[in-house]
């Protein structure tokens, strides 16, 4: 059985350098779906539906999801086996660095 790792994005904690890391090593859309805005628009470049809309064979073929749709339901979306993953960070920092993102 493929396996599916789920990463749960929480603002500011490294989730864009993980999908970048992703991206430059896995097929985009295919392997490594982002669950965004972003990620639709480039799924619709390629001529594919949001990964929510295509079949489950297609789908089983995520070897990664993220991004800030993921939620407890994103499991669904797939048969694979799934590990599902979340980053934090200490609290004071990480409110200093949403603080500084809202601000630029």
């Known amino acids: 059985m493929n396996k599916t790792f789920i990463f749960f994005h929480v ?31 480039f799924a619709k470049q390629m001529g594919l539906p949001p990964f929510e809309q295509r079949d489950l064979p297609t789908r089983n073929h995520a070897k990664v999801i993220l991004g800030h749709r993921v939620n407890l339901k994103t499991v669904n979306l797939v048969s694979n086996q799934c ?7 200490d609290p004071s920092g990480w409110i200093v660095s949403r603080y500084n993102q809202r601000m630029n």
């Open 83 to 89: 590990t599902q993953i979340v980053f934090f960070r």
């Open 11 to 41: 603002p500011k904690t490294g989730g864009t350098s993980l999908r970048i890391h992703f991206q430059k090593n896995l097929k985009d859309q295919k392997e490594i779906i982002h669950l965004a805005n972003k990620g639709d628009r």
